[in-house]
């Protein structure tokens, strides 16, 4: 009898350090776990405020605005490496510091809303940077200049829409706000395609279907 009491004490002793040590690991995960979702989110708002409610279509655009920004960036850091052309390595320096910029006030809207973006180009962006970095054509200017072109129409196109689809009020004005600079990008990277010695067919097969200005007419260029 006594043996068997002894055994009984010693097994719920087992059990209460079991369930302790159970108890403990599971308090461990979930901090490790708040931590980490901290971490890998967009920063919280600030105290007493909560993030604004956006549609599906402003966040697309916001994701596909930033995508814009960071790839051009990472090819104009390319092209200021690889160019011996003035002009290039200039409008390259312009595009890295008007996109930089972009990119900041466009996270400050991000972040309002509760949308975390991306610090690099997607996968496929970020072929387009690849195959530029890796580029040992005699005529990189070129290349670097054509993408520009087809980026900015690209570019051009998306936030047009944006201006005249999209509700949100924040949203629409960043993107109103940045037509008129990608515009300038736009024919300031024309005169150096010319510079370099793209035809003239060839610029103007890249600028088919690019929307007018209208909707920009009474902006200020680069408002902050």
Same mark, same amino acid.
């Given at each position: *009898?006594?043996?068997? %009491? #002894? &055994? +009984?004490?010693?097994? *719920? ?27 890998? #989110?967009?920063?919280?708002?600030? &105290? ?25 960036? $990472? ?10 052309? #003035? ?6 320096? %312009?595009?890295? %510091? ?29 072929? !387009? ?5 890796? &580029? ?10 054509? !993408?520009?072109?087809?980026?900015? +129409? ?8 944006? /201006? $005249? ?5 924040? /949203? ?23 510079? /370099? ?8 097969? *890249?600028?088919?279907?690019?929307? #007018? ?5 009474? /902006? ?5």
């Amino acid at each position: *009898m006594k043996t068997y %009491t #002894t &055994s +009984v004490t010693r097994l *719920m002793r087992v059990v209460k350090t079991g369930a302790a040590l159970v108890a403990a690991l599971f308090a461990a995960s979930t901090l490790q776990a708040q931590f980490l979702g901290q971490s890998s #989110t967009a920063p919280p708002a600030a &105290s007493g405020e909560t993030a604004a409610k956006i549609s599906h279509r402003a966040k697309d655009f916001l994701q596909d605005a930033a995508q814009a920004e960071l790839t051009e960036a $990472a090819l104009a850091n390319i092209a200021q490496e690889k160019s011996q052309n #003035t002009a290039v390595r200039e409008l390259a320096q %312009t595009l890295r %510091t008007d996109h930089q910029q972009n990119y900041a006030k466009l996270e400050s809207i991000t972040q309002a809303h509760g949308i975390a973006l991306g610090d690099f180009p997607n996968w496929v962006n970020q072929r !387009t940077v690849n195959r530029l970095q890796k &580029s040992s054509n005699p005529d990189f200017d070129k290349e670097y200049i054509k !993408t520009v072109i087809k980026d900015r +129409v690209a570019c051009i196109k998306i936030f047009d829409k944006a /201006v $005249a689809q999209i509700g949100e009020p924040d /949203v629409k004005q960043y993107a109103q706000n940045t037509l008129p600079t990608l515009r300038s990008h736009l024919r300031r990277s024309e005169e150096t395609a010319r510079s /370099v010695g793209v035809d003239e067919a060839t610029i103007s097969s *890249m600028l088919k279907g690019l929307p #007018t200005d209208k909707a920009e007419l009474g /902006v200020a260029f680069n408002q902050n």
